[in-house]
Structures are given as C-alpha cells and as structure tokens.
C-alpha cells in the first residue's frame, strides 16, 4: 500500500450494490497479511462501505477527521503514531466505534484468521486498582483466574472482542461468609448507578423499559421516569445484562422481558410495543437480532 495517502480499500468503491444503510469504515493497516485477510473478510459484507485505507496513524487521523467514519478497524501494528494512540485521539475526538485487530501468534486449525478486540476504555485510578486486585482474588478462591468462576467471558452479544464482568459463582468450598458477598455482588452487578443532580441512584436492570440516545447523554426509561446520563450507547451496552438488553437501532437498546409485540414493516423495518405503551422502531440492521428474540 502506497505511503502518505489515502487509498480506497480495493481501488474503487462498488456503491451501486450497497444498501441503503451502511456502515461507514476506515481501515488503518500496515501489514500485507493483515490486510490480505481483512480485504477478504470484507469483499463480501455488504453493509460495510469502506471510505479509506491508511498505512499509518497520521493519514489514519487524517482521515477520520475528514470523513467521520462509523467504525474504525486499526491493525495493531500500524505507527507514526501508534494504533493505540491513534484510538485514543479518534474516540476522544469523534467516538466512533473502534476495533484492533491483529493476527494469531500461531495458526492453528480452527484458529481464527485474525483477531480483534473492541477499543473500550476505561477510567483506571486507584480505586479501579483496588477492585481488579480484589476481583482477581475473589476469582481465585472461587476457581481460577483464567477458567471456572473467575474467567472473562465473551460478551453472549456477539460483539467482537468486547469483555463481560466475570461471572462468579458460588464454589462449594466457599465458606458461607464468601458465598453471601458473591450473591450481594451478583445482585449488585443487575443494577444501573445514575448520577442525577448530585445523587446516585440505583435503578435494577428490571426496572428499565429502554434507553435511547441524545447526543453525548443516554436517557434512561424506568418505572415512568426519564433519567438523564452521560454515557455513550456501547459504554452503556456494556454495563447492562447482554441477556436481557438488546440493540434494536443505532441510538436505542431495549429491555426483551418489556416487549409484547413486533410488528413488520416495509424494507425490513419493525415496531415494538413495550408493557408500558411506548411503540419503539426497529432499524432493518437489528431486525434479525430481534427476531431470533421471538423464536
């Protein structure tokens, strides 16, 4: 791939094909093998449209700034600057989706072609320190930090890479005190803690009917009442319970349990009605994800 310019992933952009709808990529990728696999991968995707392809972080940045792409995939080898810089400034910037991608250290069969983990970060201080030093301790008496109760398992979403809150569960060995804390943590995990005027509060997973987003905040719809958080949509995706939560367009998620009915539209769109009245549409994206939720 030529240095210091952008180039189309393939040469040309086939738009003729493409749907209404589509996902916008930049593709920042400096090695030949990487790139290789991916083009492959996305030769077929009909709802990716890539708009650039940059060897390096600088046209990478450059390109986001021009473009304002959906989603950014990094190779995590790519420099001037690194691809973690790189993720750093665009999320802070623009907050686009962005996944790393690299190879295997061995290829195996059954091993995947790539690998990738969504960029996601977090605030780490030193009270972060502390409950990642006590979690893993917790996943230790419990079973082990790798496998068993305290391994961290993929989001059940599908979501490439992304990380779920190790799961715990109760070890027979467990003394009743330890067993006692776990069930308080696993209760407090299927809670959503939402700063209002100076106050926290803690609203249960089963309270919420759905949120959607407004800019820079989310809205959350509980028992009747709207609280206002400032969050994006995947950070809140990730808090929630992948098991009850599900995307149903680009800006709103719902709760599964408070849906009564679906009804399809034309183009592949729909309408949910929730327990509480509230009609939500279905972008035609999330329409499959949806359905497998009524089979």
């Given at each position: 791939m030529a240095s210091n310019q952008m180039q189309r992933f393939d040469g040309r952009l086939e738009r003729a094909g493409c749907p209404a709808e589509t996902v916008q990529v930049v593709v920042g990728c400096s090695g030949r093998s990487v790139l290789m696999k991916l083009k492959e991968m996305l030769r077929n995707e009909r709802l990716i449209e890539v708009v650039a392809a940059c060897p390096t972080g600088d046209e990478i940045l450059r390109a986001c700034e021009e473009l304002r792409p959906s989603l950014v995939m990094l190779d995590t080898g790519i420099t001037s600057p690194d691809a973690l810089v790189v993720a750093a400034t665009i999320h802070a910037q623009y907050a686009p989706?962005?996944?790393?991608?690299?190879?295997?250290?061995a290829t195996d069969v059954g091993r995947p072609a790539l690998l990738a983990v969504e960029y996601n970060p977090q605030t780490f201080d030193a009270s972060c320190l502390f409950e990642t030093a006590r979690d893993t301790l917790d996943a230790i008496d419990g079973g082990d930090v790798l496998g068993g109760a305290g391994r961290f398992q993929s989001d059940p979403r599908g979501a490439m890479g992304s990380v779920a809150a190790p799961q715990k569960t109760n070890h027979p060995n467990q003394p009743a005190s330890l067993q006692a804390d776990n069930s308080a943590r696993h209760r407090m995990l299927r809670k959503l803690l939402v700063r209002d005027s100076g106050v926290v509060k803690v609203v249960p997973?089963?309270?919420?009917?759905?949120?959607?987003?407004?800019?820079d905040y989310m809205c959350v719809h509980a028992l009747g009442e709207t609280l206002v958080m400032r969050s994006t949509l995947r950070e809140l995706i990730d808090k929630l319970d992948g098991r009850t939560f599900a995307r149903i367009h680009r800006s709103t998620i719902v709760n599964v349990e408070k849906i009564v009915s679906l009804t399809p539209l034309a183009k592949g769109a729909g309408l949910l009605e929730l327990a509480c009245g509230k009609t939500l549409k279905v972008s035609r994206n999330y329409r499959d994800s949806v359905k497998n939720l009524f089979q």
């Open positions: 989706k962005i996944v790393l991608l690299t190879e295997p250290v997973f089963d309270d919420i009917a759905w949120v959607d987003a407004a800019g």
